[in-house]
């Protein structure tokens, strides 16, 4: 993501218009027509936030078009962080298969908001020019080119005109009064993706593996997966913990095997991206806050090298949202570093000590977080299947049943906890963690102990009991606000905000972490 200095000159976004009146939201329904909800969007982003502008290329966000004879509808063409509001724009498809929307078109409106008295606004989208001079952009609305033309061709959907004379032109978002939103979008092109996923012939056999990795923060993790192989080729099932059930296919060459980037993993539904498999050189680097951060570098492809029954990865195997980039995706497990695989052969073996990590406060009505640390690893410090364990909590001295009478969020009691459970107010782990964060609902501070078990052809055995006896209730130091910043709703930063409005502040505090709020003054 690129960050440029932003100035909003008002004749510049208002380009000597007067402020729409409000009128009707626009098409929020699904238009009559032929739907294809299947569409790959590439484009170029403009995001005001924070008093800056952000700029990014945006890969594989999922969208839909609607062609209905000549009438030819886009969903969501700007589509950024924080607009939850559904629309469509039309336009007309020619004999050329030009596709000509006739701006400006009102898009939805922004309802009134009764703590800062501003009246309901009309949303329209509008051609606009993004004019640079220096490290400065400013945002001009296209009056003598105000029309977008896109092109459809072969199932594949091209902005016209994106640049004249060198200037980009985005679709930009504009309130009733004329001033740009601060989103916009250009570059754009949408193609209609096939979504079938990989697999291999019918009848391959598969053999357990063991991937062993770190992520970008150095912590190691180990998961299982499939090998496959069908002729000249190597297939990987379950690479990733979002996508377990997909493949990715490889090309056998003696002692190497040659995995190429882009393999399509699915759909990630909380954002709606089409998910990738991506082969990335990295290097460390600092980001803007001074901290450091790992680049990643996209590569054509990652190549397995066979040593012993091992193979080992030339490069970083990345699950990222669309393709021809390295952005890794925001599920955990996304980024796997120096990864390596082995045969795994799974044996009854007693699971290694856990230990409770933290006794937090209680907080009613939340309960009191307990932090515990379950290796996935037996006594000599092998693997063992995670899918296969489960733990017990004591609390002074008894059996611990969590119930759906105190946790709403389960349907029936739990004793033994699954590994890899993890339900807001209960347990929270992510995958292939080994850290779980459980609640307990006592005010009281118990005795806890923790117990892991692992079970392979109906043989459980267990580690030893762990418990809190000598560790005192976190008591952590607060960090202190060192900087304030003020902004307003639509991310433009202010000096201070007025009585009776709300505004968002941003704190740095001394452990260098940032905190946002929205306050009301």
Same mark, same amino acid.
């Given at each position: ?8 000159s008002i004749a510049a976004i208002i380009g000597g218009t007067m402020p729409q009146a409000v009128s009707a939201a626009g098409i929020q329904d699904t238009p009559e027509g032929k739907e294809y909800d299947n569409m790959y969007r590439s484009s170029k982003q403009y995001l005001q936030m924070w008093g800056s502008l952000y700029v990014n290329n945006i890969e ?384 009281? *501070? !118990? ?6 078990? &692992?079970?392979?052809? =109906?043989?459980?055995?267990? +580690?030893?009991?762990? #418990? @809190? ?8 130091? *607060? !960090? ?6 003020? &902004?307003?709703?639509? =991310?433009?930063?202010?000096? +201070?905000?007025?009585? #009776? @409005? ?20």
């Amino acid at each position: 993501m690129k960050k440029v200095l932003l100035t909003l000159s008002i004749a510049a976004i208002i380009g000597g218009t007067m402020p729409q009146a409000v009128s009707a939201a626009g098409i929020q329904d699904t238009p009559e027509g032929k739907e294809y909800d299947n569409m790959y969007r590439s484009s170029k982003q403009y995001l005001q936030m924070w008093g800056s502008l952000y700029v990014n290329n945006i890969e594989g966000k999922i969208s839909s078009i609607v062609i209905d004879g000549k009438d030819f509808y886009m969903y969501k063409p700007v589509d950024t962080f924080g607009n939850s509001y559904p629309y469509w724009i039309k336009g007309t498809l020619g004999d050329d298969n030009l596709v000509v929307f006739t701006f400006p078109q009102d898009v939805y409106v922004v309802p009134a908001n009764e703590y800062l008295g501003t009246p309901e606004s009309q949303v329209s989208a509008k051609m606009a020019k993004v004019v640079t001079n220096g490290d400065v952009q400013e945002f001009v609305e296209d009056t003598e080119n105000p029309n977008l033309v896109m092109k459809w061709e072969n199932n594949t959907l091209t902005q016209v005109d994106a640049e004249i004379d060198g200037v980009p032109r985005i679709v930009g978002m504009y309130n009733s009064d004329g001033t740009f939103t601060g989103t916009g979008e250009g570059n754009i092109n949408w193609n209609v993706f096939d979504t079938t996923l990989p697999t291999p012939p019918a009848g391959t056999e598969t053999t357990q593996y063991v991937c062993n990795t770190t992520d970008a923060w150095g912590n190691v993790s180990n998961r299982i997966v499939e090998f496959g192989t069908a002729g000249d080729e190597l297939w990987i099932k379950g690479l990733y913990g979002y996508f377990s059930d997909s493949w990715i296919k490889g090309k056998i060459d003696g002692d190497k095997v040659t995995f190429a980037t882009d393999q399509y993993l699915g759909i990630y539904t909380t954002e709606m991206y089409y998910y990738f498999f991506q082969a990335a050189d990295w290097e460390e680097g600092i980001s803007e806050w001074g901290d450091p951060e790992i680049h990643y570098i996209p590569q054509p492809a990652v190549t397995l090298i066979k040593e012993g029954d091992k193979y080992v990865a030339d490069k970083a195997m990345l699950m990222t949202f669309g393709m021809k980039t390295a952005n890794p995706g925001m599920p955990s497990g996304s980024v796997l570093l120096k990864p390596t695989f082995a045969p795994y052969n799974e044996v009854p073996a007693t699971p290694a000590n856990p230990a409770i990590t933290f006794v937090g406060e209680y907080y009613a009505p939340w309960g009191r977080s307990v932090g515990i640390n379950i290796p996935a690893t037996d006594t000599e410090g092998n693997f063992i299947n995670p899918d296969n364990m489960y733990y017990n909590i004591f609390i002074n001295g008894e059996l611990f049943t969590f119930t759906p009478e105190v946790y709403a969020a389960l349907t029936e009691p739990m004793t033994d906890i699954p590994y890899t459970f993890s339900e807001t107010g209960v347990v929270v782990t992510n995958d292939g963690s080994a850290d779980h964060t459980i609640t307990l609902m006592m005010e009281e *501070t !118990p005795v806890i102990e923790v117990q892991s078990a &692992y079970t392979v052809n =109906g043989e459980t055995r267990k +580690s030893a009991k762990v #418990g @809190t006896a000598g560790i005192e209730t976190a008591n952590v130091a *607060t !960090p202190e606000v060192v900087t304030t910043e003020w &902004y307003n709703l639509q =991310g433009v930063r202010i000096d +201070s905000p007025a009585a #009776g @409005t709300i505004a968002i502040r941003r704190d740095r505090l001394s452990d260098g972490s940032v905190k946002t709020a929205k306050i009301i003054r």
